[in-house]
């Protein structure tokens, strides 16, 4: 008996590769060395990683651009632009997030590689994700992206809050990975294959008679791809665990989490399931609706920061969701768009969070933020361009992020759709404008001032750089999303 051994494209998986190495070649080393290996050390090896991935997916792009996109591993995993992107993001978001958990962990006495090694593997989990071609390839992507956020959220062991939110993120994601499995199995029984590539042939050239287990498996993998983005009703989860979990951890959610998940959602609903759009898409337009409403409506009420954008996490995923439904190349690009200029924005957000919550993380009232802008000019106008950004305002990537979905949505005669995603933008600049007035509020008590590391610092400034860069010249983030669009089909 021979054993077939595919073919490997070592290019296109060299990313992951990279990302898992790192955090074995830590483990390895933590557990061998004598000596400690200590916070400065992984830190740097974390940053090194990053780098080398966005090397990496330099010379990914080139040989896509000469060669096309192709599959390997038995058309497992996909190399195109749109995962050389996707990726490249995800590389920029883990270091940013190890420049300031670099700082918490001093502030906070952590010692140890522990967070490092999570956060490597958890990011090499989404690199997957954005690569797969196949539904058990994004299946263990999405179980070792959440097997590590399960440890980071519980990171914090002086917090009961912390233990708590990563139980009932446990609790809830082991829930969404066993309907995700299950969805995936009726799709293989209504198709025969779990290949993304051979099920949109399967679909494209036979019609189903009795098209409901393949409507019932459809169903499944949307509820668990909706539980990973949070989008409502699968959002319970989010508030709390964002605000238990340590805020270097939570702003790494925000982004790296997002990046991943939609990515895969593209790939399954529109590069697999398009010749089913007709029948995905009513069912998105009421994720699309309740995630953008409820999202903008209950952040309005809260006054714990981190809660309050945990809910503006959620308005957003209903935004990027709006790509999605869309169903179209330009949707796509203005999907990827999105995620793009989410990443960085909201990684900075919590940034600034990480400071103001001092010592025993435990300082997030709004109540906290009134003043700053007054009494540190540049942290506090940090944050309310962030917050603008976030907000949609004009002169930010947030403004041409929203109106490139909205376009898409418009364009794809869901006008009613983009209406009310609209009157929920406008939800949401009511609690981004009071947290922003909070800032510059003129108070005669004098507040505590926050010490600013240079590291946290330098992910700060960038994340306003890009912002406002790219906000004022989105030409080339639109161009990248652009060129992206088309997913590869063999």
């Known amino acids: 008996m021979t054993l077939q051994i595919p073919s490997i494209h070592y290019l296109a998986i060299l990313p992951v590769l990279i990302f898992f190495g790192a955090a074995l070649l830590l483990m390895v080393g933590t557990a061998l060395l004598r000596s400690k290996v200590s916070i400065a050390v992984a830190t740097s090896t974390t940053v090194a990683v990053s780098l080398a991935s966005l090397v990496v997916n330099f010379f990914q792009w080139r040989c896509v651009a000469k060669a096309g996109a192709s599959t390997t591993i038995a058309h497992a995993i996909v190399l195109d632009d749109f995962s050389v992107i996707a990726s490249a993001v995800i590389a920029v978001a883990v270091l940013m997030t190890a420049l300031v958990a670099h700082d918490w962990a001093i502030r906070e006495r952590v010692s140890g590689v522990e967070f490092h090694i999570m956060a490597l593997a958890s990011s090499g989990g989404a690199l997957l994700m954005t690569q797969a071609n196949d539904l058990i390839v994004i299946f263990l992507g999405l179980e070792i992206l959440s097997l590590g956020l399960y440890v980071l959220v519980a990171f914090d062991r002086h917090r009961a809050t912390s233990s708590e939110a990563a139980l009932k993120y446990f609790l809830l994601g082991g829930f969404a990975s066993a309907i995700f499995i299950y969805g995936a199995a009726l799709v293989y029984g209504a198709t025969g294959s779990t290949n993304l590539t051979s099920i949109s042939y399967f679909l494209g050239s036979n019609v189903l008679l009795r098209p409901g287990l393949l409507y019932a498996g459809g169903a499944l993998l949307l509820v668990?791809?909706?539980?990973?983005?949070?989008?409502?009703?699968?959002?319970?989860?989010?508030?709390?665990?964002?605000?238990?979990?340590?805020?270097?951890?939570?702003?790494?959610?925000?982004?790296?989490?997002?990046?991943?998940?939609?990515?895969?959602?593209?790939?399954?609903?529109?590069?697999?399931?398009?010749?089913?759009?007709?029948?995905?898409?009513?069912?998105?337009?009421?994720?699309?609706?309740?995630?953008?409403?409820?999202?903008?409506?209950?952040?309005?009420?809260?006054?714990?920061?981190?809660?309050?954008?945990?809910?503006?996490?959620?308005?957003?995923?209903?935004f990027i969701l709006l790509g999605v439904w869309a169903g179209t190349i330009r949707g796509t690009a203005a999907t990827l768009f999105y995620v793009m200029t989410y990443a960085p924005v909201v990684v900075a957000s919590f940034a600034v969070l990480t400071l103001v919550g001092g010592v025993g993380d435990e300082h997030h009232s709004i109540e906290y933020y009134r003043g700053l802008a007054r009494r540190q000019p540049w942290l506090g106008g940090a944050l309310c361009v962030l917050l603008l950004s976030q907000l949609g305002a004009p002169l930010t990537t947030g403004f041409y992020a929203k109106f490139a979905v909205l376009a898409s949505v418009?364009?794809?005669?869901?006008?009613?759709?983009?209406?009310?995603?609209?009157?929920?933008?406008?939800?949401?600049?009511?609690?981004?404008?009071?947290?922003?007035?909070?800032?510059?509020?003129?108070?005669?008590?004098?507040?505590?001032?926050?010490?600013?590391?240079?590291?946290?610092?330098?992910?700060?400034?960038?994340?306003?750089?890009?912002?406002?860069?790219?906000?004022?010249?989105?030409?080339?983030?639109?161009?990248?999303?652009?060129?992206?669009?088309?997913?590869?089909?063999?």
């Open 410 to 490: 418009v364009d794809a005669g869901g006008g009613a759709l983009a209406l009310i995603a609209l009157v929920s933008a406008a939800i949401a600049a009511y609690f981004y404008l009071r947290w922003a007035m909070a800032l510059y509020a003129d108070d005669d008590v004098e507040g505590v001032r926050v010490e600013v590391p240079r590291l946290t610092g330098a992910v700060i400034g960038f994340g306003v750089a890009v912002t406002i860069l790219f906000g004022v010249w989105p030409g080339p983030l639109a161009t990248l999303a652009q060129h992206a669009t088309v997913l590869f089909t063999p």
């Open 224 to 318: 668990g791809f909706a539980f990973k983005v949070a989008a409502v009703p699968f959002h319970l989860w989010s508030p709390d665990v964002y605000e238990g979990a340590p805020t270097p951890v939570t702003g790494f959610m925000a982004a790296v989490v997002k990046v991943g998940a939609f990515a895969a959602l593209v790939r399954v609903l529109i590069s697999s399931l398009g010749t089913q759009l007709d029948t995905w898409r009513p069912i998105l337009w009421v994720l699309v609706v309740l995630t953008t409403v409820v999202g903008a409506s209950l952040a309005i009420v809260q006054r714990n920061a981190k809660r309050m954008l945990a809910y503006s996490s959620i308005n957003h995923a209903g």
